[in-house]
């Protein structure tokens, strides 16, 4: 055994994620669990149904085709073009992944070499800077600012250099909640066009949009060719475990995609994937619903953090809230989200873990409300006791 450390460099610094201490914090003290974003109840009883029907039938149980059952990547490609118009081939154009996690960790994986940067919204999903380091390439922050969390298009033409190969973009964007609007999508599209960028685009939470519109970039001009487009089924369909995801793209852009994903899971959820072709096709009332429901449990949480005395930034989509602590006389989110199981009965995480500089988010924390109404109650009434007396 030689000296050097186990773990490959490139992975320094990103251990244990956030997700799991603050869970397991929160089965160790009985506290409510707002932290990670899973919902506490299950979605659709038909869909689950689907998935028990293909079981029984043998319809996945074993290895399924590479790219995904023709089913759902049929099933994708209709959910497309009915709810963007957009065309895709099922063939070619659809590769069905383990969650959009993987999707993202085989896209960098496919398209970055050493030396690549990659540019990002700061803060990140944290598995953004962990697939990218895997890679070996860079990420450049393009970091989004309280209170309104906007990017800041010209700062982002900054920060082209002739390395940048990729953005990486998440709206709704978690964990803010910031929207991209139709003026931002477009210059950010027009930058990717100018300097020949691939852009790859985390969508999952694109039907849980309170305020605007989901508008995908690669619907925009000169992004057809140049977009890979990655959403997926848990958070749409409250079915976070089955871990069902997928890649939209231009036929070359996928196949790039499909070699890297190949050598990680290969395939993944047979039976489940049979399900969620039956879920993309519910009708516009269960996502219209879906979306009705998570706003109502967004204003409950978010007008109670306000009157338990923090500072709220509603977001427009996802099913986050991000608060600021300063108003409650404390600037470490991390110390004050370690203690907060302790003084109120609630799990939070705090948003510095997703910043390269972690000052910069120090006094943000985010609160989940993908929760069933009794417990949102719960909690507001707990941190309001414990904050508001």
């Known amino acids: 055994m030689t000296g050097r450390p186990l773990l490959n460099r490139r992975l320094e610094g990103l251990g244990t994620t956030i997700f799991a201490?603050?869970?397991?914090?929160?089965?160790?003290?009985?506290?409510?669990?707002?932290?990670?974003?899973?919902?506490?109840?299950?979605?659709?009883?038909?869909?689950?149904?689907?998935?028990?029907?293909?079981?029984?039938?043998?319809?996945?149980?074993?290895?399924?085709?590479?790219?995904?059952?023709?089913?759902?990547?049929?099933?994708?490609?209709?959910?497309?073009?009915?709810?963007?118009?957009?065309?895709?081939?099922?063939?070619?154009?659809?590769?069905?992944?383990?969650?959009?996690?993987?999707?993202?960790?085989?896209?960098m994986l496919a398209l970055l070499e050493p030396g690549d940067e990659v540019i990002a919204f700061e803060p990140f999903y944290d598995s953004y800077a962990a697939c990218i380091a895997m890679a070996g390439a860079t990420r450049v922050p393009l970091t989004l600012r309280a209170p309104d969390f906007r990017p800041d298009v010209e700062r982002l033409r900054t920060l082209i250099t002739p390395r940048t190969r990729l953005l990486l973009l998440n709206s709704p964007h978690n964990p803010t909640g910031m929207v991209l609007t139709r003026e931002e999508a477009t210059a950010l599209a027009r930058l990717a066009v100018e300097h020949d960028l691939l852009v790859v685009t985390d969508e999952v939470y694109e039907h849980l949009v309170f305020e605007g519109e989901h508008i995908p970039l690669v619907s925009l001009p000169g992004m057809r060719e140049r977009t890979v487009s990655i959403s997926s089924a848990g958070k749409t369909f409250s079915f976070t475990g089955w871990k069902i995801g997928w890649v939209t793209a231009s036929a070359p852009l996928v196949a790039a995609v499909r070699t890297a994903k190949q050598f990680l899971t290969y395939v993944s959820g047979g039976p489940f994937q049979y399900a969620v072709a039956e879920a993309l096709r519910l009708p516009d009332t269960y996502f219209a619903d879906f979306r009705a429901d998570m706003r109502a449990k967004r204003d409950l949480l978010a007008g109670g953090l306000e009157r338990a005395g923090f500072t709220v930034f509603r977001p427009a989509g996802t099913y986050f809230v991000t608060t600021d602590i300063r108003p409650l006389g404390e600037n470490d989110g991390v110390a004050f989200c370690r203690a907060l199981p302790e003084r109120a009965g609630v799990v939070a995480v705090p948003n510095a873990v997703f910043y390269d500089h972690p000052e910069e988010g120090a006094p943000f924390v985010r609160f989940a409300f993908c929760k069933r109404t009794e417990v949102l109650t719960d909690a507001v009434d707990r941190l309001r006791k414990a904050f508001a007396g």
């Open 21 to 107: 201490e603050m869970s397991a914090l929160a089965v160790r003290t009985g506290a409510i669990n707002l932290g990670q974003g899973f919902p506490d109840t299950d979605g659709p009883e038909s869909v689950r149904e689907a998935a028990v029907r293909a079981l029984r039938d043998g319809r996945g149980n074993q290895y399924p085709p590479g790219p995904g059952v023709p089913e759902l990547r049929t099933a994708i490609v209709d959910h497309q073009r009915r709810f963007y118009g957009l065309d895709f081939d099922p063939d070619t154009e659809v590769l069905v992944t383990a969650g959009a996690t993987e999707a993202v960790a085989a896209a």
